[in-house]
């Protein structure tokens, strides 16, 4: 089991920054690859970003790319998303998503566990 629980969440500005991160705990979380998704309201959950697990190599959703940023840390066993100039249609739930597989495979959704999400409001 892995147990994943994201922070970092909050009220920004049109053009703002934020920075969310999710801390993981149980088994080996520098195994697994990592991903990062959002839903928004009324909307399908969709994938934002996805980093490995060996090379730290990593996949972005063209929507954020260039303006978000996904990183991790193995020895404090956690992920990160660096959000930049930040706009309200990314205004979502935001989760984040554990799994071991191709990264670029993570577009699916198909994850093998998932935290509860944070909540990021961008207003106009």
């Known amino acids: 089991q892995v147990q994943l629980v994201e922070s970092g969440g909050g009220l920004v500005q049109d053009g703002g920054s934020l920075r969310l991160s999710c801390a993981a705990s149980g088994r080996i979380f520098s195994s697994y690859a990592m991903g990062w998704f959002r839903q928004a309201p009324g909307k399908e959950r969709e994938f934002v970003a996805a980093?490995?697990?060996?090379?730290?190599?990593?996949y972005y959703a063209d929507s954020v790319k260039g303006r978000f940023t996904i990183s991790r840390d193995n020895a404090k066993n956690t992920v990160y998303l660096q959000m930049n100039n930040l706009k309200p249609e990314d205004t979502a739930v935001y989760y984040c998503?554990?799994?071991?597989?191709?990264?670029?495979?993570?577009?699916?959704?198909?994850?093998?566990?998932w935290g509860k999400g944070t909540l990021v409001t961008v207003s106009s």
């Open positions: 998503a554990a799994a071991q597989r191709h990264i670029r495979t993570m577009t699916s959704g198909v994850m093998d566990y």
């Open positions: 980093i490995s697990w060996r090379d730290f190599s990593t």
